[in-house]
Nanobody, 124 residues
Framework: QVQLVESGGGLVQAGGSLRLSCAAS????????LGWFRQAAGKEREFVAAISRSAGSTYYGDSVKGRFIISRDNPVNTVYLQMNSLKPEDTAVYYC?????????????????WGQGTQVTVSS
């Protein structure tokens, strides 16, 4: 089992950058596929980015491609989401997720472990 804690959210102007972090407790962090999702008020949860166990493969949602970068540091049990060129439509609660049963996935229901989320607000 793993516990996830996100940090790094906040208020930023459009065009700015933020880096989210998600620290995981527990052993064998490198065995977990990791992902970032977001949920804006009144909308469904949306896939943002995913990274494979070895960090050899990354995937991005269409709305963030070319602007966001997911990475992981297995020795410190942390996954990151670098967000650049932020837009007001990026405003949402951002969640990290983990699962040990898949190599990598973009599907929310495939993740068994979720953090509590961190709010990102982008002002115009």
């Amino acid at each position: 089992q793993v516990q996830l804690v996100e940090s790094g959210g906040g208020l930023v102007q459009a065009g700015g950058s933020l880096r989210l972090s998600c620290a995981a407790s527990g052993r064998t962090f490198s065995n977990y596929a990791l992902g970032w999702f977001r949920q804006a008020a009144g909308k469904e949860r949306e896939f943002v980015a995913a990274i494979s166990r070895s960090a050899g493969s990354t995937y991005y949602g269409d709305s963030v491609k070319g602007r966001f970068i997911i990475s992981r540091d297995n020795p410190v049990n942390t996954v990151y989401l670098q967000m650049n060129s932020l837009k007001p439509e990026d405003t949402a609660v951002y969640y990290c997720a983990a699962d040990p049963k898949v190599a990598v996935t973009t599907i929310p229901r495939r993740y068994n472990y979720w953090g509590q989320g961190t709010q990102v607000t982008v002002s115009s």
